[in-house]
């Protein structure tokens, strides 16, 4: 039984990262079996909840599918010494992102936006070079610091790595980094709070405090998305006074955004204005050859073998924007692995032709719930409903996720067709599905088996 154990284990163990195997998988070791029962030990309890979302359902189907039986599992949590002795590198207690940078993630930077993954082709270096130069010597000359360019284009990933850069440089410095949605829903989140509250003299001031963490505390403000600002007056005025307070300061501030400052509409002059005073700097299109280097870079990151000939081939097709080329290359692995082949240009050929096809894709919401629901065997009114288990809650966020990418619905739409969830709702599981896309490949296998699915009906 043991044996059967191991070769189940092993199954999963070829598919994933070996950095992956090695801090997730391996420190898992099987102490026994008792009927039916399977007895496991997990070295913390981070390790058993990581293992048991991400590894153990395939470990058992495999088990299950070559025995003809069902199992539970056990597990024993802790210390003591078991049969197999965990891999030098496990750090007990963390979850993957805060090993690699536990102070940065505290601040919100995303972990996977530094400069060294960055790829600099023609489209992108001045932005990439002025970037850097803010990182190096803050609000000196460029402050503001002022990123524009379309959607997908690294203007996120740009914003992230001068963050870790000047984290690198000055660990003690206070780096916020907000979206300009979360700002502005912070902003009217306190206001209406306060007004709620105002009478009751022990309650703490929250606009005080709002304007406390903004426009004292930081040392470095970075804002993705201002454009978002255009149209809502009084967060407007807020941004303003925030600004001039940390450049006052001589604070720097970076800011993204999809357009040019003179082409924000909607946006008070004097804001305006402001956004130039720096330095802009336009991410564009990025060419060919830029396209190749960035796939095999990300290629590189995830440990996927990608052939020269492949990356030419993908990178030819996914022209107008790096997010997709990424997504091109994701679902790509995670076909050929779950067809047990290696991406050769034909297999890529073949898997890009199901996946690429242009524009959207005429799917509705209603669609992609009830293909979910019936691929986790769960009923439609609870993917759409409240319960917050884990067998509806995680279909769910891949519904929304999946709702978010195939179809043309905003966030606030999408979280109305699913019983009238918050647009906030609809906008945290596409993050998380994302964020664990980058990590998990059985989570890539399903979305890209669905994502078929969806797109060959
Ligand atoms: P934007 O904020 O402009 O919409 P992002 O910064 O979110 O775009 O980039 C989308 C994805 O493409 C991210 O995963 C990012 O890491 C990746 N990306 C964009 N440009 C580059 C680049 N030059 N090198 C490596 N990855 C890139
Ligand atoms: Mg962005």
Redesign the pocket.
Known sequence: MLALWGEAVRSVEERIRPTHRDQWLRPISCVGFEGSQIRLHAPNRYQKEWFEDHYLPAILSNLESRTQATYSVLFEVGEEETTKVAPREVVPAAKPAEISAPATKSKGLDT??EFD?????KA?QFAHAAARMVAKVPASKYNPLFIF??????????LHAVGHEIHRQHPGWTITVVTCEQFVTSFIGSMLNQRRQSGQPSSVNLMEEFRRRYREAPDVLLV?DIQFLAGKDSSQDEFFHTFNALHHAHKQIVL?CDKLPAELHGLEERLRSRFTWGLIAE?GH?DLE?RVA?LK??AELEDIDLPDDVALTVATRFRSN??EL?GALVHLSARASLLGCSITKEVAEEILETIASPGPTGLTVETIQREVASYFEVKLHDLNGPKRHRAVAHPRLIAMYLSRQLTQMSYPEIGSRFGGKDHSTVISAFRKIERKLAEDPELRSVISALTTRLCQR
């Not at 993954?117 to 082709?121: E, I, K, R, S, Y």
């Not at 360019?149 to 740009?158: D, F």
């Open positions: 996977r936006y993954n960055f790829v600099v082709g992108n360019g379309g959607v997908g284009l690294g203007k996120t990933h740009l993705d993204t991410i990025p830029t960035i870079r990300k790096v997010r990424e």
